[in-house]
Nanobody, 122 residues
């Protein structure tokens, strides 16, 4: 069972930046980030394939967020710039057990972190 641990959440003002990190207990296939705001369903944010040859972003974060991974350390990161209040949510790291595409669908992900809160507010 792969364990995922997120870090890096916090409070930031609109227009600011945060970097989220996720440490996996072993090497994984596709890794991704999802988020869930209060009263809303969990939604896809970004994904990256095992060799980092392909990435995919939700339209709402394209051009502001950048996903990356370091397979030598079994980590992935999400650099979030120009943050907006609507980015406020709990962010979850996810990984697949064998699916190799940059999937936007949560059901393709087998492993999930505990989540880290990101709050964008003045």
């Amino acid at each position: 069972q792969v364990q995922l641990v997120e870090s890096g959440g916090g409070l930031v003002q609109p227009g600011g930046s945060l970097r989220l990190s996720c440490a996996a207990s072993e090497r994984t296939f596709t890794m991704g980030w999802f988020r869930q705001a209060p009263g809303k369903e969990r939604e896809f944010v970004a994904a990256i394939t095992r060799a980092a040859t392909s990435t995919h972003y939700a339209d709402s974060v394209k051009g502001r967020f950048t996903i990356s991974r370091d397979n030598s350390k079994n980590t992935e990161s999400l650099q979030m710039d120009n943050l907006k209040p609507e980015d406020t949510a709990v962010y979850y790291c996810a990984a697949t057990a064998g699916y190799t595409g940059a999937s936007v669908y949560s059901w393709n992900y087998n492993y999930w972190g505990q989540g880290t809160q990101v709050t964008v507010s003045t």
